[in-house]
Each structure stands twice: as C-alpha cells, then as structure tokens.
C-alpha cells in the first residue's frame, strides 16, 4: 500500500469558481477525515466518515462546502463558489477503528490557491 | 468542547539541549493523546501517543507522560538534534472520533 494518496496537489483557481479534491485512503481503514492547515496552524477538523457514513461535520464548515465518500473508499471534498479566505492546504487522514487508540495516517495535502 | 492547548513557538535550541513543549487539554470524555510531528515538505506523522492516565508514550527518543490531574502531556527529549528540526502538534481523540490538534510548535536545532 502507498498509503494515503491526495489529488491534485496543488489547485489555482479564481474566486467563484468550484473545486473539488480528492482522497485515496489505506485500503482497510475504514475512517476517513478531512481536515484544513493554514500557515502557522493547526489541522483544522472539517468532517469525517466511517465507511460510506459521514458521522461528524464541522459548525464552522460552511454550506459551500460537500464531502462524500459513496463506497467507503475514496472520498471528495468540493468547495463551491470558492472564496479568497479558502486558500489553505486540505489534508486527509485514514485510520482503521478496531481495539486500539485512533491513529490517523495523513496524505501529502492538496494545496488550494483562490486568486 | 474537546480541545488542546500547547506552547506558542518558535522554541530554538542548540544541538544536545534538553526539550520541553507543553500541552495540556480539555476535554468532556476520556480521551487518548498524541504528538504527531511535520517535518520540513512532508506530511504529519504519528510521533507518539498514549490511551490512558498516567502511560507515557515514547519514540525516538522522545517523550510523553499523560497527567489526568493536570490534564497535560508535555513531549520532553532530552537531547535534540538538528533533524529533531519541525513543527510539533499535540491532539487528542476522545472515544476515538474526531481528531483534534493545537495550534502547533515550531523547533529549530542549531548545530
């Protein structure tokens, strides 16, 4: 396994425009979370599945904002009508949710440029 | 709501000197902590972490003891070295959903 792969790596785009970001997780993991960096910050949460079921989103996510994951594998994240304040790096994670502690695996990041 | 608070950086140190980042949490559950480290143009990665009180977490050289009664987990090393060079973040996870992070530490070894 390559572990956990992020597509495409680096997005420019004008304002208004949609983009959408896609994630390959590990193979049999079985969560998969979105999260937004900022420079200087943390991983911000955004939402996360288990399987094909989106258990958690975040209040600060706007509603431009989608993310599916419709067979439990891979999942995209789409930003609608993007806005300057969107740039950022988007990172997923994957983990495997079994008897022990959650440990996510992260990808390289797709990083969104909004001119 | 659950959340971590760790040190504001940038921490420079010299190569050899002890290491202290501290982090202390809040949290409504009993929650699991972790250290995850970003080196320079790479991706986060699990440093170290620890499920219950009082466990501590190690690797690499580096530390963690999880204290219920001051709700912290301070990562300590006791001699850097100039790879030791990255951004630190403290997080946790309670009842293993969500993952939260803190705001990160910036550590620069100088040789």
């Known amino acids: 396994d390559t572990g956990v792969s992020q597509d495409p790596r680096h997005k420019i785009t004008k304002r208004g425009q949609n983009v959408t970001f896609r994630c390959d997780p590990i193979?049999?993991?079985?969560?998969l979370y979105w999260y937004r960096q900022t420079l200087g910050q943390g991983p911000e949460f955004l939402t996360y599945f288990q399987n094909e079921a989106q258990l958690e989103k975040s209040r600060l996510l706007s509603n431009r904002f989608s993310a599916e994951r419709p067979k439990g594998s891979f999942s995209t994240l789409e930003i609608q009508r993007t806005e300057q304040g969107d740039s950022a790096m988007y990172l997923c994670?994957?983990?495997?949710?079994?008897?022990?502690?959650?440990?996510?695996?992260f990808g390289a990041g797709s990083r969104l440029t909004v001119l | 709501g659950n959340s971590v608070t760790q040190m504001e950086g940038p921490v420079t140190l010299s190569e050899e000197a002890f290491l202290t980042i501290n982090c202390t949490y809040t949290a409504t559950g009993y929650p699991s902590l972790f250290w995850y480290v970003q080196y320079p143009g790479e991706g986060l990665q699990l440093l170290l972490k620890?499920?219950?009180?009082?466990d501590k977490g190690s690797n690499k050289g580096f530390e963690a003891t999880y204290r219920k009664e001051t709700t912290s987990f301070h990562l300590e090393k006791g001699s850097v070295q100039v790879s030791d060079s990255a951004v630190y973040f403290c997080?946790?996870?309670?009842?293993?959903?969500?993952?939260?992070f803190g705001a990160g530490t910036r550590l620069t070894v100088k040789p």
């Open positions: 997080a946790l996870s309670v009842n293993n959903n969500d993952m939260r």
């Open positions: 193979s049999e993991h079985n969560r």
């Open positions: 994670a994957s983990s495997h949710v079994g008897s022990g502690a959650n440990v996510l695996t």
């Open positions: 620890a499920t219950k009180a009082d």
